[in-house]
């Protein structure tokens, strides 16, 4: 075993125990990195528990799909995708801009905002507005109908205006 570093033209090796130290500690630290991610990655329910969840009103947010919710529920009565910027809360919610009054913020926003394209499903005989990101449920609010049709009765209102290079319906 090389106990010294060796001197090759003028260059100082370090010694084989420097370099077995230095592969330990980066192999631990690779250990508990994977563990970190491993415990702190939330796994998604089963379609068959997410499914439970819908038919006992327990919208858990980031854990129920759309497709689970289509399932349950049936086709939702009125739906929206658009791109859109949600507000992220200290706790992590998200609320989408649509429901924040205009030049407004919520109480509790972290400063950060996250964008993308928006699922809304209006439910009125259930009274709930849902919204999904990629798939995930992220936003829930229980409505009487009359606010789930004016909400409705808005998308309409602003699909009038929508070019055809923006996807508005039936043009």
């Known amino acids: 075993m090389i106990r010294r570093a060796e001197v090759v033209t003028g260059f100082r090796l370090p010694s084989v125990l420097v370099c077995q130290q230095a592969l330990r500690m980066m192999c631990v630290f690779g250990n508990v990195l994977a563990l970190i991610a491993v415990v702190g990655c939330k796994g998604m329910p089963t379609l068959e528990e997410q499914e439970r969840l819908v038919q006992a009103n327990n ?22 995708s658009q791109f859109t910027h949600f507000f992220v809360m200290s706790d992590q919610r998200m609320i989408p801009s649509m429901r924040v009054v205009t030049g407004e913020t919520p109480r509790g926003w972290s400063a950060e905002v996250h964008a993308g394209e928006g699922l809304f499903f209006a439910y009125p005989d259930r009274g709930w507005l849902l919204v999904f990101l990629e798939e995930r449920l992220v936003y829930k609010e229980e409505l009487k109908a009359e606010e789930l049709r004016t909400i409705v009765e808005t998308w309409a209102y602003e699909d009038r205006f929508k070019t055809r290079l923006e996807g508005a319906p039936g043009r």
């Open 59 to 80: 919208l858990i947010l980031d854990h129920v799909t759309t497709r689970a919710v289509v399932n349950v529920w049936g086709e939702p009565p009125h739906y929206r």
